[in-house]
């Protein structure tokens, strides 16, 4: 596993349930959005939990800046609320008998020291204000989470963990926490740790990925080279595709496009109402992306990239085959047949134009 | 009217009704805290003890605090040696008495509110920095608190309601431990059904207002 020099979290943790066992060796980035992704069953929120210490039979070892949390072999255990965290769950979990002013303070008074993020501040990323004489039963599902979000804020924690904090909303509840939840990666230093197993989710707020499967970290890494690895288990290459920051350059008024450059060159996406020099993260699926020889004439498809071959493997069908590209940069993966793959004569080093069907926009 | 004798029996009952629900509110928190977060192999052999006097017969359960409690038995040695004295024929043995009888009236309530409590509240206030005391005191007893209301209620009635161990372990002394079910007995037992109507009577609207009052609360808070 890759260690980084910024890394801060060290984070050692065993374990053992009838049936399942997490055994984890993570040294975590102390800045930025962590996704611990995976399906259900992985151990995703297990880790979370140990990382509070609400695991009781948690075993293991937690440094978090220079501070030891657990050190089992020592017996050392500092309690969940002896440490500077915040914990947002998968449902909102507001006491339902204070109200909302009363249940961001909770947490609030019981700091003493250095109230880094104020109450105001707090208030206003959520967009609550207009909610905190309410009880939490007068609210709906989105503005609980909000609100969840908000009181673990409130107590200016140094780590933030969440739980699937939107998976308890629907598409529409989810659209409208969202921008909340990208303004806290943008405008907080906070260090978040965010479990999730939406892939688009991940996608679009992570700038670390840990990829869990039944309870071991099978990958660990930045977010755009951990998608785009192809030596990850199957369960993950069904949906392989890449995720690439761009920025708005271009509006073509004649044609309703809109240009994204990137490292590697440029596509064209339909009209977006984003004004030039606005980043987006868009995800590019392997099997919307096909390749060509040459740079092909007489084609529909607007977008077209030269990129080298570097790695090939296998899909999760015998059929098809997994290839990562290069495109000055930028990793890509398409997906194609191994016909294809033979007729193309498609090796490492090879160049080739890759032709992009169609992205996906994760804004 | 009630007569003297009567007036007393009344103060006296209300007396040890309010004493041993208070008692019980004390030593029942946790009892029933335990209860409902174990995981311990002797949680059933413990529930099962308290549920006890739900199933006994009240001659049974005040026959073997007599003796627990009596010159010979090791409370009363203990009693003895602390210069108490020794409990039976006292009015605090009958509030000892009391304690046990009542137990479960107050016990399974709060079990049953604590467990449908759950832990996540308790998660919650820890990730808040509440420690396992404050969590108790601000989140557990508002949310636990119509359990503990009918805890209250029931522990109470069901004291005022007592006569079987009352009568092993008090006896009959006025002022001291004759208390409200013993006294109609006497009134029956001496043909007074003037007086014994009066205060069954009493007993009966006491008893249907407070299991009125009980049926027609409604939960307060739910945890969502």
């Not at chain 1, 947490?107 to 208030?123: F, M, W």
Request: contains cysteine.
């Amino acid at each position: 596993m890759e260690i980084t020099p910024d890394s801060i979290i060290q984070a050692r943790f065993q374990v053992i349930w009838p049936g399942f066992t997490l055994d984890v060796d993570l040294e975590l980035p102390g800045r930025g959005v962590t996704a611990l992704f995976g399906h259900s069953g992985s151990g995703k929120t297990t880790l979370l939990r140990c990382l509070a210490g609400l695991e009781q039979h948690g075993h293991g070892f937690l440094r978090f800046k220079g501070a030891v949390w657990q050190d089992s072999a020592r017996g050392i255990f500092r309690p969940t609320h002896q440490r500077p965290l915040g914990y947002v769950f998968q449902e909102a979990s507001l006491f339902p008998h204070l109200s909302v002013r009363n249940n961001l303070d909770y947490g609030r008074k019981r700091v003493n020291s250095g109230h880094k993020v104020s109450l105001d501040h707090a208030v206003e990323l959520l967009g609550i204000g207009y909610l905190l004489d309410r009880m939490p039963d007068r609210l709906s599902g989105g503005e609980r989470q909000r609100v969840a979000i908000a009181r673990a804020l409130a107590t200016s924690p140094e780590l933030l963990l969440m739980d699937e904090p939107l998976a308890a909303l629907d598409l529409k509840r989810k659209t409208e926490i969202l921008p909340y939840l990208e303004r806290l990666h943008d405008e907080l230093k906070i260090p978040v740790c965010y479990v999730s197993h939406l892939p688009d989710e991940v996608a679009r707020l992570a700038d670390y990925v840990v990829l869990l499967t039944e309870g071991r970290a099978v990958a660990a890494g930045g977010l755009r080279e951990t998608l785009a690895r192809l030596d990850l288990p199957t369960a993950f290459t069904e949906d392989a595709g890449v995720v690439i920051e761009a920025v708005v350059a271009e509006h073509d008024e004649r044609y309703y496009l809109t240009r994204l450059d990137f490292p590697g060159g440029s596509i064209f996406v339909a009209r977006r109402r984003e004004t030039i020099g606005y980043k987006l993260r868009f995800r590019v699926h392997a099997r919307d992306v096909s390749l060509a020889l040459t740079r092909a004439e007489g084609t529909s498809i607007v977008n077209l990239l030269p990129a080298t071959v570097t790695e090939i493997a296998d899909a999760d069908t015998p059929a098809h085959v997994l290839v990562r590209l290069n495109a000055d940069g930028t990793p890509l993966i398409a997906r194609i047949t191994r016909r294809s793959l033979d007729h193309l004569s498609v090796v490492p080093g090879k160049p080739l134009w890759v032709q992009i069907k169609a992205v996906a926009l994760l804004t | 009217m009630l007569s003297d004798v009567d007036l007393a029996a009344v103060w006296l009952t209300l007396k040890l009704a309010t004493i041993t629900t208070m008692i019980l509110l004390i030593v029942g928190t946790p009892i029933a805290w335990w209860l409902a977060r174990t995981g311990s192999k002797w949680k059933g052999v413990i529930g099962a003890v308290v549920a006890l006097p739900l199933v006994l017969p009240p001659t049974v359960l005040g026959f073997y605090l007599l003796i627990a409690l009596g010159p010979h038995g090791p409370v009363g040695q203990l009693t003895q040696l602390l210069g108490w004295g020794v409990l039976p024929f006292t009015f605090a043995g009958l509030v000892v008495a009391s304690v046990f009888y009542s137990m479960p009236f107050v016990v399974q309530p709060l079990q049953q509110a604590f467990e449908a409590i759950g832990v996540r509240p308790l998660e919650v206030a820890a990730t808040l920095r509440a420690s396992p005391w404050d969590a108790f005191f601000t989140v557990v007893l508002p949310l636990a608190k119509p359990g503990f209301i009918t805890a209250a209620i029931l522990g109470f009635a069901h004291t005022v309601g007592e006569f079987g161990v009352v009568l092993m372990i008090g006896g009959n002394i006025p002022e001291k431990t004759r208390v409200v079910s013993v006294q109609i007995y006497d009134h029956v037992e001496a043909l007074e059904y003037a007086e014994a109507h009066l205060l069954a009577g009493g007993m009966l609207l006491f008893s249907f207002f407070v299991l009125l009052a009980l049926y027609s609360r409604k939960g307060t808070h739910t945890w969502k």
